[in-house]
């Protein structure tokens, strides 16, 4: 990588970016970590660089904004989803409920499986 231009560097930033923004749309997560290796790779190289014009990176700079707000938003999902475990977790083991006086009562779930097998 090191035999190529600033400009190329970030031509191939500007692919790159285009297939990380695919990959969280079509919600493809595992296609981020080699993406991401190499996203890290140009971008220390063009920070290596000095002779690299500011107006170059404006466009690739909107893309990382851009993608930037789709991965805040694939991780809300997923923290909304584990959240959410999280708590059909605590139903699976009790209920609590409260009565008039506010006080507090736990309901126990049966531990036995729900599935029956019938012949």
Do not use: W
């Not at 997560?29 to 404006?58: H, V």
């Not at 991780?75 to 006086?101: F, H, N, P, T």
């Amino acid at each position: 990588m090191t035999d190529q231009t600033p400009q190329q560097l970030i031509e191939e930033l500007d692919t790159l970016l285009d297939a990380e923004r695919a990959a969280l749309v079509k919600g493809n997560l595992q296609e981020l970590e080699p993406l991401l290796a190499k996203k890290e790779e140009i971008i220390t190289t063009l920070n290596m660089t000095s002779d690299l014009e500011r107006e170059a990176l404006e466009h690739v700079q909107g893309k990382v904004s851009r993608n930037q707000v789709l991965l805040d938003s694939a991780m809300e999902g997923i923290r909304a989803v584990a959240a959410r475990m999280a708590e059909l977790r605590q139903v699976r083991k009790g209920l609590d409920v409260y009565d008039q006086s506010g006080r507090k009562t736990r309901f126990t779930t049966r531990n036995t499986p729900s599935l029956e097998k019938r012949a």
